[in-house]
């Protein structure tokens, strides 16, 4: 099993502009987080989902849209980048037992 | 909301000293959860305590529930290098807050 996967591990974007960035699970678990970690600071939850084609939105979901059409698939998208940004944002997955299994990361700078 | 606070902010030990790290909650809580997040690292799951009072020992580190289910700490014994990264409590009433965490470093 490879866990919780993330891509890109790093991103560059310029003002304005729009990625998506993927998180892939293969436990099987139904729910899913996008989470943002700004440098020193802890996690803040930006949208979850509690099974393919539920989503609802976490604490800082301004400026971000996701969707979830495969128990798999969790892509969080960003629309018009702005510094603010600027974060680590990991997914992360989770059964019936609510621990959390994390991805890697993706180190995203906007500039 | 649920809040989950963590204290202290930073933790700066020398190694083969002790330490504890607390986690308070402003709701009583199903269970609480202790992730381990090595620097450049992602969260990584530690340990989850889900009954009042409950102790439980991972080598070094023993992990307390308090008796309301409203707090819980993390205590570490003889602090190692391999002890560096931030600690973060989660608390889970219907959904998972995670605290901001305490940064641990060590001189060696």
């Known amino acids: 099993n490879a866990g919780v996967t993330q891509t890109p591990k790093f991103r560059i974007l310029k003002i304005g502009q729009s990625m998506t960035l993927q998180c892939a699970q293969d436990?099987?678990?139904?729910?899913m987080y996008w989470y943002r970690q700004d440098p020193g600071m802890g996690l803040k939850l930006i949208y979850y989902?509690?099974?393919?084609?539920?989503?609802d939105k976490g604490e800082v979901p301004n400026g971000y849209n996701v969707s979830r059409s495969t128990t798999e698939d969790f892509p969080l998208r960003l629309e018009l980048a702005a510094p603010s940004q600027t974060s680590v944002y990991f997914c992360?997955?989770?059964?019936?037992?609510?621990?959390?299994?994390f991805g890697p990361g993706t180190r995203l700078t906007v500039l | 909301g649920q809040q989950v606070m963590q204290i202290p902010q930073y933790q700066h030990v020398q190694e083969g000293e002790d330490f504890t790290t607390y986690c308070n909650s402003s709701t009583t809580l199903s269970n609480i959860q202790w992730y381990k997040q090595r620097p450049g690292g992602h969260p990584v799951f530690l340990i989850q305590l889900v009954k009042s009072g409950e102790v439980k020992k991972q080598k070094r580190l023993t992990f307390q529930f308090g008796e309301a289910k409203k707090n819980s700490s993390l205590h570490i014994t003889a602090t190692q290098t391999t002890d560096v990264g931030t600690y973060f409590c989660a608390g889970s009433d219907y959904k998972l807050s995670f605290g901001a965490g305490t940064t641990v470093t060590v001189r060696a």
């Open positions: 436990m099987n678990h139904n729910y």
């Open positions: 992360a997955s989770s059964g019936s037992t609510d621990t959390q299994y």
């Open positions: 989902s509690v099974g393919a084609g539920i989503t």
